[in-house]
């Protein structure tokens, strides 16, 4: 099913994300996630794309088996920056032929690994040219996610130019965005007021990153530019070497924070698992009663 089609009939949904596992242990601790979150009936599941094609077949192999083995509707993340045009149609026909329908377009980073790193020639720069280059080869087979950037992608210099381009990728065909983790929901609301007043009219999902270990988020936060309020840093500091208590923080923050997207009427909510059920769902415990009615 098409996550665009679902959205546009106003159903609320509650999605889950997972990153391919390098090892069958990590592969049999996913199905057992999945096994755990499908519970919920989530609108959708995610897979990630590892950056420069690096989990290109592992990627591939993760959303067939999520398609063959349960009913669950699964968008493969494809990234665009390391691959050829005639890659990317390849990997794109390919999900096509296995009955895939939701692809979230995104550009994807230079590799840390490869300083001297160049796009191959006439590879897609941007996110946008892997939309239009979707649209243009499968029309509307696939039903294009992209990124979106409340607090700005590090790479924009202001918010005026993140709105600019994210307003390419809705005019070029995405026809609905995952935001990046953010802490502050005031970042998404000020964002969604930019994105309104130019005109842009896809749902933007929440993306939610569930902290259970607050090292690792201090570290990916400053790496893509989200703020951890200063509040929360100072409750989770003191505990930070304590697992069982920063998950507790962590879910308690995030319960709150669901609570107030959900009060300001978001069209779903995002959860980035990190390839784990647990914290997920007790969120969803929570605020299960919050959430609007899931018919499709
Ligand atoms: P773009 O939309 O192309 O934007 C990148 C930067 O370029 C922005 O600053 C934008 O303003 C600027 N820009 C865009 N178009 C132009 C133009 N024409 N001229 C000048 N500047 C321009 N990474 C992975 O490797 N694998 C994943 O699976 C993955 N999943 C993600 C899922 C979500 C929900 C999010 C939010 C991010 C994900 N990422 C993933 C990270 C993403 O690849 C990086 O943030 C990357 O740096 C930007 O990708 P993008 O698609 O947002 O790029």
């Not at 609108?43 to 083995?69: C, L, M, P, Q, W």
């Amino acid at each position: 099913m098409k996550i665009g089609d679902i959205l546009k009939r106003g159903v609320f949904s509650v999605s889950f994300e997972f990153f391919p596992p390098k090892t069958p242990e990590g592969e049999r601790q996913l199905f057992e996630t999945i096994e755990h979150l499908r519970r919920l009936k989530p609108t959708f599941v995610s897979v990630t794309y590892g950056a420069g094609g690096s989990t290109r077949d592992r990627t591939r192999n993760i959303v067939k088996r999520i398609h063959e083995e349960t009913e669950l509707t699964v968008m493969a993340h494809l990234t665009c920056i390391a691959h050829t045009k005639e890659e990317l149609i390849d990997i794109l026909k390919d999900y096509r032929d296995i009955g895939i329908e939701n692809i979230l377009a995104l550009r994807g980073d230079v590799p840390h690994d490869k300083p001297d790193f160049r796009p191959p020639e006439g590879a897609c720069r941007y996110a946008v040219d892997l939309v239009r280059l979707i649209r243009s080869e499968f029309g509307d087979h696939f039903s294009v996610g992209v990124a979106s950037y409340p607090e700005g992608h590090p790479e924009s210099p202001n918010m005026e130019w993140e709105v600019r381009f994210f307003k390419e990728k809705v005019s070029a065909g995405a026809d609905f965005s995952i935001t990046q983790m953010f802490f502050d929901n005031s970042y998404y609301y000020e964002f969604l007021e930019l994105c309104s007043k130019a005109g842009i009219d896809i749902p933007i999902i929440p993306g939610i990153m569930p902290i259970t270990n607050f090292k690792q988020i201090k570290k990916f936060a400053s790496m893509c530019g989200a703020t951890i309020p200063q509040s929360l840093i100072d409750r989770m500091e003191p505990v930070e070497n304590d697992p069982k208590e920063v998950a507790k923080i962590g879910v308690e923050f995030a319960i709150k924070q669901c609570e107030d997207l959900l009060h300001n009427g978001v069209p779903g909510l995002h959860f980035y698992t990190l390839n784990r059920s647990k914290a997920t769902l007790e969120i969803y415990e929570a605020i299960k009663d919050l959430i609007p009615a899931r018919v499709r």
